[in-house]
Structure formats: structure tokens, C-alpha cells
């Protein structure tokens, strides 16, 4: 799939503790990011809980008229903001910013192309799907770079995807095994953490488990572009 590589990656090991120690020196700032999203989707699970139990959607004269109304005004509020926070964790990521209410300021700007990205994205490996399997799988790694692209070095839409594309060429394989390292880590970790919660009974941990993988999985896949952009400035 790919020509030799000449020049080796950090192992998923490796790549996993830098961002660890970056996680833990900025877990306080990333906390805050992504506190209001976790707290608005809180809302909505014990708004939504209890409606969709059987008791209540066989009764459905004991739902309120203006709960729909509620929801979706609640969905319409969570669905941006969400957006908003992921876009400010990858700017604050990547500048390597304490600071959270600027890049939230800064982040506004940035959100309408960072969606496209991702969206660009979305659509081209649902593509590959569609085809078959194998291909989705290998756009998605050619692909997975594209947003750290775009807050480094403000090329957008397909530019980006491009240059991810480039910096990947030759390394396919290494990336695939240190994607699929972090996702089964970050899985591990979820279920873990789930039995965890379900044995102590605590409500909702969807979110405290979102706060904490989240930026560890982006700032594992910085370091990884940081190094593949590394390499290829050499050549």
C-alpha cells in the first residue's frame, strides 16, 4: 500500500505518555472546555431518561406539549456548543494555550471551516464504505490528520485533507497500528470505567469519561502529526 518507511514513528507506547504528560499539565484547562457541553448533555439525559422508560411511552398523556418543544430548543443549543468546545480543544491543543476563554473567543472564527472539514471528511470515508470496507478504513487514516492541518497552518477544506494525505504517504501502516492502539485503549478504559460507576451506582458517566479521552485521544494524534510533519520536512 505504501513505499518502505525509511524513518520510524514513536511507538503507541511512547505516544500515549508525551500525551499523558501533556494531559496532566493541562487537565484543568481542558476540563473547563468541555464542563458546559458535559453539563448541557447531563440535562438532556434526565430530561430524555424518563420519557423513553416503557411506563411513560405507554402513557404518553403524562408527557407535557412543550417537552418536544424543550428538547429540541435544548438540542439546538447543545449540538453548537459542542462544536464550539471541540473546536477550541484543537486550537488550544495545537497553540499550546492555558488560556481557555481566549481560544473560546478565538475558536468562533475557526468553527465554520473546521466543520467542513469534518464533514468533507465524513463524506468522503462514508464513500469508501459504501464501496467496501478496505477503502473507508484507508481514507480515514489518509484523512485523520486534516484538522491539526487546518489550526496549524490554516489550510482548509480539501487542502487539508490533502496535506494529511501527504504526510501519511509511506507511513499507512504505522499510523493505522497507533490509531488502532488509541482506540482500543480508549475503549478499555470506557468499559473499565463503566463497571467501575456501575458498581459504585454513579449516574451519568458518560461525560466524565468524554472529559477525560477526549483530550488525550486529540493530543495523542497531535503527536503523531507533529512527527509524520517532522519527517516529511526533512525529505
Known amino acids: ?119 468533507l471528511t465524513v463524506l468522503l470515508v462514508l464513500g469508501g464504505l459504501v464501496l467496501f470496507i478496505i477503502p473507508g478504513i484507508i481514507l480515514s487514516v489518509w484523512l485523520g490528520l486534516a484538522p491539526f492541518v487546518y489550526f496549524e497552518q490554516n489550510k482548509e477544506g480539501f487542502n487539508a485533507l490533502a496535506k494529511s494525505k501527504e504526510y501519511i504517504k509511506g507511513y499507512w501502516w504505522s499510523v493505522f497500528l497507533r490509531s488502532l492502539f488509541i482506540l482500543l485503549v480508549s475503549l478499555m478504559v470506557t468499559i473499565l470505567f463503566g463497571l467501575i460507576t456501575e458498581v459504585l451506582r454513579i449516574p451519568n458517566s458518560q461525560s466524565i469519561i468524554a472529559i477525560a479521552l477526549t483530550p488525550i485521544t486529540i493530543l495523542y494524534n497531535f503527536e503523531l502529526y507533529r512527527e509524520l510533519k517532522a519527517i516529511h520536512s526533512k525529505d
Open 1 to 119: 500500500m505504501d513505499k518502505k518507511e525509511s524513518k520510524s514513528l514513536s511507538s503507541p507506547i511512547k505516544l500515549l505518555q508525551k500525551s499523558w504528560k501533556d494531559y496532566k499539565a493541562n487537565a484543568k484547562t481542558f476540563t473547563l472546555i468541555l464542563i458546559f457541553p458535559a453539563i448541557l448533555e447531563l440535562i438532556l439525559r434526565y430530561i430524555t431518561i424518563p420519557v423513553l422508560k416503557p411506563e411513560t411511552v405507554n402513557n404518553m398523556s403524562s408527557i407535557t406539549p412543550f417537552l418536544p418543544i424543550i428538547l429540541i430548543g435544548l438540542l439546538l443549543v447543545y449540538i453548537p456548543i459542542l462544536f464550539w468546545s471541540n473546536t477550541t480543544l484543537y486550537l488550544c491543543i495545537v497553540e499550546k494555550s492555558s488560556d481557555w476563554r481566549r481560544s473560546y473567543r478565538k475558536a468562533l472564527n475557526k468553527i465554520i471551516p473546521f466543520f467542513l472539514i469534518n464533514l
